[in-house]
């Protein structure tokens, strides 16, 4: 190579190398501003709300927050960008609510936020008509309970929870029941609560997902059959760690005019105080006659609308059959949305995320990585019935270092039906490559003048010596890479050649790359 860094005989410059992998993929920058905005942006309590967000950093943990309490936890995607939907929560009180999107949660100096605004209307009420002034005093009332009937006529099937129901087996977390031609799956089991139960002496409670309280999120009620309308009782033992009241809301998801996607139908909602309160009040949705139900949902939520971290209870659960028919069963709809597709991934850790969408309900999920499965769970939303996320740890043993990887996670619902997503990606593993020596050689003709003394050698140390331009130099390197790997790898290596004068950098050339160095085993000096 021609060496140009000098242009006077006794300009001095001297050389550097930087070492790295050959880039197979460049990784975005991340965006500068991060925005929020949401629709629609006003809406009754229980309103699905589509929050779309763009210039967040990619990878990080984020959140979706409502007035400062999460609603929605996952992984932002590589393109700092995304669309979700989050349901405004029950017993939000009417007027401006801040919806915000939270990312590298937790306050450090990498923290973004940003939000927008949302404005709860009350759901309009008719206005009641006052009776007559009665000519005479009336008597003295008797006392009697909170709700003494759901309104759901006399064709309502009734589960009281203590008669047999006729399980069948779970899935997806859900245990069976039945009542008369209605199938249902619920995410409870059976207790005996200390507080008094609207029928017999059991209840049905949210599961018990954690070490102390509930799974922290709503009883979900899956209808196999078509579903006019349901109600049920609610009332709760004990909340010593919340304040206020409490309020219980029954969202209904199904499908309009029997067709269409899922979508919420109708909401009910009652309040009560954080203390120990008997099965006596009610919750009821009937939808519009052309309209069918699917799903419920029953949630239990503070002042603040936070979900309460006790159990929720449910009594004497009634059901209106439907002869409007559910349309068509869809396949699942799968999309792995990290990491995404072709990327290459830097670390110890790789870790895959997916969305799986479906209208019914799924039965499985699995995950796997160049066809060896993986151990997955999915986790359903707690405001969208039709929405499941799947968060699966890679070993890296699985993954072929510098090579495609094919990574893929798939579902089968309830009838059946299977989706998939594939992704390929290039995992890179850590490692440590250190320059231990750089050697520059001139080819020389004639003398030096200042080269003393004057049969200095022509083999020069490349931080100590003057070097002479426009005349052929070779520079050889000595670089150490500490790789950890426990099989024979191609490690793929580029080198640039810099050159320094008085200190300050000169323009770089280049080198030709090296040879794909293969690894025969963990550290190796060439």
């Given at each position: 190579?021609?060496s140009?860094?000098?242009?006077?005989?006794?300009s001095a410059?001297?050389?550097a190398?930087?070492i790295?992998?050959l880039?197979?993929q460049a990784?975005?920058?991340?965006p500068s501003?991060?925005?929020?905005?949401?629709?629609?942006?006003?809406?009754?309590p229980g309103?699905?709300v589509t929050?779309n967000a763009s210039?967040?950093?990619?990878?990080s943990?984020?959140?979706?927050?409502?007035?400062?309490?999460?609603?929605d936890?996952?992984?932002m995607?590589?393109?700092?960008s995304?669309?979700?939907?989050?349901?405004?929560?029950g017993?939000a009180?009417a007027?401006?609510?801040?919806?915000s999107v939270?990312n590298?949660?937790?306050?450090?100096?990498?923290?973004?936020?940003a939000?927008?605004?949302f404005?709860?209307?009350?759901?309009a009420?008719?206005k009641p008509?006052?009776?007559?002034t009665?000519t005479?005093?009336?008597?003295?009332?008797?006392?009697?309970?909170?709700?003494?009937?759901l309104?759901l006529?006399?064709?309502?099937?009734v589960?009281?929870?203590d008669?047999d129901?006729?399980?069948?087996?779970d899935?997806?977390?859900?245990?069976?029941?039945?009542?008369?031609?209605i199938h249902?799956?619920m995410?409870v089991?059976i207790?005996s609560?200390?507080?008094?139960?609207?029928?017999g002496?059991?209840?049905?409670?949210?599961?018990?997902?954690l070490e102390?309280g509930?799974a922290l999120r709503?009883i979900?009620?899956?209808f196999?059959?078509?579903?006019q309308?349901?109600?049920?009782?609610?009332g709760?033992?004990?909340?010593?760690?919340a304040?206020?009241?409490?309020?219980?809301?029954?969202?209904?998801?199904?499908y309009?005019?029997?067709?269409?996607?899922?979508?919420?139908?109708?909401?009910?909602r009652v309040?009560?105080p954080?203390?120990?309160?008997?099965?006596r009040h009610?919750?009821a949705?009937?939808?519009?006659?052309?309209d069918v139900l699917?799903?419920?949902?029953?949630e239990?939520t503070?002042?603040?609308g936070?979900?309460?971290?006790?159990?929720?209870?449910i009594?004497?659960?009634?059901i209106?059959p439907?002869d409007?028919p559910?349309?068509?069963?869809?396949?699942?709809v799968?999309?792995?949305?990290e990491?995404?597709?072709?990327?290459?991934?830097?670390?110890?850790?790789?870790?895959l995320?997916a969305?799986?969408r479906?209208?019914?309900?799924?039965?499985?999920a699995?995950?796997?990585?160049n066809?060896?499965?993986l151990?997955v769970g999915?986790?359903?939303s707690?405001?969208d019935?039709t929405?499941?996320?799947?968060?699966?740890?890679?070993?890296?043993?699985?993954l072929?270092?510098f090579?495609?990887?094919?990574?893929?996670?798939?579902?089968?619902d309830?009838s059946?039906?299977r989706g998939?997503?594939?992704?390929?990606l290039?995992?890179?593993?850590?490692?440590?490559?250190?320059?231990?020596g750089?050697?520059?050689?001139?080819?020389m003709?004639g003398a030096i003048p200042?080269r003393?003394p004057?049969?200095?050698?022509?083999?020069?140390?490349?931080?100590?010596?003057?070097?002479?331009a426009?005349?052929k130099?070779v520079?050889r390197?000595?670089?150490?890479?500490?790789?950890d790997?426990?099989?024979?790898?191609?490690?793929p290596?580029?080198?640039q050649?810099?050159?320094f004068?008085d200190?300050?950098p000169?323009?770089?050339s280049?080198?030709?790359?090296l040879?794909s160095?293969v690894?025969p085993?963990?550290?190796?000096?060439?």
């Amino acid at each position: 190579m021609q060496s140009k860094f000098v242009t006077g005989p006794r300009s001095a410059f001297r050389f550097a190398i930087l070492i790295g992998l050959l880039a197979t993929q460049a990784i975005a920058a991340a965006p500068s501003y991060a925005s929020v905005n949401v629709s629609p942006s006003s809406g009754p309590p229980g309103t699905t709300v589509t929050v779309n967000a763009s210039g967040f950093a990619p990878g990080s943990n984020a959140e979706i927050r409502w007035d400062g309490a999460t609603l929605d936890s996952f992984t932002m995607p590589g393109s700092g960008s995304f669309s979700r939907s989050i349901a405004v929560p029950g017993g939000a009180g009417a007027g401006g609510h801040t919806i915000s999107v939270c990312n590298y949660c937790g306050g450090g100096e990498f923290e973004e936020n940003a939000s927008a605004g949302f404005n709860v209307t009350s759901p309009a009420t008719p206005k009641p008509t006052e009776p007559p002034t009665p000519t005479l005093p009336p008597p003295t009332p008797t006392p009697i309970p909170v709700c003494t009937d759901l309104g759901l006529g006399p064709e309502g099937l009734v589960i009281d929870f203590d008669t047999d129901t006729g399980a069948r087996g779970d899935f997806a977390g859900l245990k069976a029941f039945d009542a008369g031609a209605i199938h249902i799956f619920m995410e409870v089991e059976i207790v005996s609560p200390s507080v008094a139960v609207r029928s017999g002496s059991q209840a049905a409670q949210s599961q018990q997902g954690l070490e102390f309280g509930s799974a922290l999120r709503p009883i979900r009620i899956l209808f196999t059959d078509p579903v006019q309308a349901v109600g049920m009782f609610v009332g709760l033992e004990a909340a010593p760690e919340a304040r206020g009241l409490i309020t219980a809301t029954l969202t209904a998801y199904g499908y309009r005019a029997g067709a269409g996607p899922v979508v919420v139908l109708g909401t009910d909602r009652v309040s009560f105080p954080a203390a120990p309160t008997d099965l006596r009040h009610c919750l009821a949705v009937e939808a519009a006659p052309v309209d069918v139900l699917t799903w419920a949902f029953v949630e239990y939520t503070d002042s603040s609308g936070t979900s309460i971290a006790e159990p929720r209870l449910i009594d004497d659960m009634t059901i209106v059959p439907s002869d409007v028919p559910f349309p068509p069963d869809l396949p699942p709809v799968v999309e792995i949305t990290e990491p995404e597709d072709g990327v290459r991934v830097i670390g110890d850790e790789v870790i895959l995320r997916a969305t799986i969408r479906d209208d019914r309900a799924l039965v499985v999920a699995w995950a796997g990585v160049n066809d060896r499965g993986l151990s997955v769970g999915t986790s359903p939303s707690a405001v969208d019935p039709t929405l499941y996320t799947v968060a699966v740890n890679i070993p890296v043993s699985r993954l072929r270092p510098f090579l495609p990887n094919i990574a893929n996670v798939g579902a089968r619902d309830t009838s059946g039906q299977r989706g998939d997503d594939t992704i390929t990606l290039i995992y890179e593993p850590p490692f440590d490559a250190q320059v231990m020596g750089i050697e520059v050689t001139q080819g020389m003709r004639g003398a030096i003048p200042w080269r003393d003394p004057p049969d200095a050698p022509t083999s020069l140390g490349a931080e100590t010596t003057v070097h002479v331009a426009d005349r052929k130099t070779v520079v050889r390197v000595y670089p150490w890479i500490d790789f950890d790997f426990t099989t024979d790898t191609s490690l793929p290596l580029t080198a640039q050649l810099f050159g320094f004068r008085d200190g300050v950098p000169l323009p770089g050339s280049p080198l030709h790359p090296l040879n794909s160095i293969v690894l025969p085993s963990p550290g190796w000096t060439l």
